[in-house]
C-alpha cells in the first residue's frame, strides 16, 4: 500500500495563498496518478485538481482553475498544490490521493488511497 501526507494548511485572508504538500511512501510513487481533493462541512468531497503519471497532465476543476497550479517531484515523492488568490470558498480539508490508473480523474471513488487531510481556512 501507499501512506500519503498533507502539509501546509493553515489560515489566510483573501487573496494570499498557500502551498500543501503531500508526501508518499514507497519507491513506486512515479507509478500513481496523483489528486488533491477537498471537502468543506455539511459538503461531499469535491475534486480540485490532478496530474498524471507519466507525461504531468494536469486537470482542474473550473472553480480553482487559473488560481491553482499541480505539480509533482518523483525524486521527493511529493506532490504539491500551490493556491493562489484564495476565497473564503475555499475553506475545506484538503486531501491528497493516489490511483494507480485509469481515468474519471475527478471521482474520488477512482482513487486507491487517501491522505488523512489538511485544514485550509480563508478569512474574508
Known amino acids: 500500500q501507499v501512506q500519503l501526507v498533507e502539509s501546509g494548511g493553515g489560515l489566510v485572508q483573501a487573496g494570499g495563498s498557500l502551498r500543501l504538500s503531500c508526501a508518499a511512501s514507497g519507491r513506486t510513487f512515479s507509478n500513481y496518478a496523483m489528486g488533491w481533493f477537498r471537502q468543506a462541512p455539511g459538503k461531499e468531497r469535491d475534486f480540485v485538481a490532478a496530474i498524471s503519471r507519466s507525461v504531468g497532465s494536469t486537470y482542474y476543476a473550473n472553480s480553482v482553475k487559473g488560481r491553482f497550479t499541480i505539480s509533482r517531484d518523483n525524486a521527493k515523492n511529493t506532490v504539491y498544490l500551490q493556491m493562489n488568490s484564495l476565497k473564503p470558498e475555499d475553506t475545506a480539508v484538503y486531501y491528497c490521493?493516489?490511483?494507480?490508473?485509469?481515468?474519471?480523474?475527478?471521482?474520488?471513488?477512482?482513487?486507491?488511497?487517501w491522505g488523512q487531510g489538511t485544514q485550509v481556512t480563508v478569512s474574508s
Open positions: 490521493a493516489a490511483r494507480s490508473g485509469g481515468t474519471y480523474y475527478s471521482v474520488p471513488s477512482r482513487y486507491d488511497y
